[in-house]
Nanobody, 121 residues
Framework: QVQLVESGGDLVQAGGSLRLSCAAS????????MAWYRQAPGKQRELVAG???????NYADSVKGRFTIARDNAKNTVLLQMNSLKPADTARYYC???????????????WGQGTQVTVSS
């Protein structure tokens, strides 16, 4: 099993910044893709930003130019720097990882419990 623990969520005013962190631990042979998703009340979970093991990134159009995803492969962590926050960014943010326990088995998907980000106007 792999555990993902997020931190960094908070209440912030519009225009402010937050930095989310997610640390993976457990029986890890290799972590492939990592990502941040978010889910607002009454809405579906959506991809915010993703990053491959080779550091290729992709972003939702709504956050391009404001959010930056990065990872530290040695520490099995992924970060999300969020700048110029808007009330529309208010949601619970979830960390995702595709992780392998062994080179002989396919990777599995793992999710964290989420961290709340609230942006006030």
């Amino acid at each position: 099993q792999v555990q993902l623990v997020e931190s960094g969520g908070d209440l912030v005013q519009a225009g402010g910044s937050l930095r989310l962190s997610c640390a993976a631990s457990g029986n890890i042979f290799r972590i492939n893709d990592m990502a941040w998703y978010r889910q607002a009340p009454g809405k579906q979970r959506e991809l915010v930003a993703g990053i491959t093991s080779g550091a290729r990134t992709n972003y939702a159009d709504s956050v391009k130019g404001r959010f930056t995803i990065a990872r530290d492969n040695a520490k099995n962590t992924v970060l999300l720097q969020m700048n110029s926050l808007k009330p529309a960014d208010t949601a619970r943010y979830y960390c995702y990882a595709s992780a392998e326990h062994s080179p002989f088995y396919p990777p599995r998907d793992y999710w964290g419990q989420g961290t709340q980000v609230t942006v006030s106007s």
